[in-house]
């Protein structure tokens, strides 16, 4: 069973609300996807939540709207099944924020009772 639930969204803009150029967000999207196949056996891409608060260097809060965002999820047995590959998720994550500009970047893992359901069709 897979019980822990990773999660890494690929920025849709920039530090300063500008959009990001698309093969760029590609090429970060297959090598995000080739390193969670890698270490969890795949992964599913998925829209992110659309909209970001962040707070801006002099305090203020600032709303960024992300449309565009994608996640790419995967899913391992436990915490220490994610550990054993973490440091590689944070090398690769942090060098697609710096590549893409970015303030910071994250990657969430938790523990998760997420199910996955196929669903079969009935033949006529």
């Not at 995967?74 to 994550?93: I, T, W």
């Not at 060098?95 to 196929?118: C, T, W």
Request: proline share 5%; with cysteine; charged share 30%.
């Amino acid at each position: 069973e897979m019980r822990y639930l990773i999660e890494i969204p690929i920025p849709y803009v920039d530090k300063h609300g500008r959009k990001l150029d698309d093969r760029k967000r590609s090429n970060w999207r297959r090598e995000l996807a080739d390193l969670l196949t890698d270490c969890f056996g795949g992964f599913t891409p998925g829209k992110a939540p659309a909209l970001n608060r962040v707070q801006a260097a002099d305090g203020r809060w600032v709303t960024l709207s992300e449309k565009g965002q994608v996640v790419l999820r995967s899913a391992c047995a436990d915490r220490d099944a994610f550990l054993q590959h973490r440091d590689r998720l944070v090398d690769l994550v942090v060098r697609m924020g710096e590549d893409l500009n970015q303030a910071d970047v994250f990657v969430l893992a938790y523990p998760s009772d997420s199910l996955l359901i196929e669903v079969h069709e009935q033949m006529p």
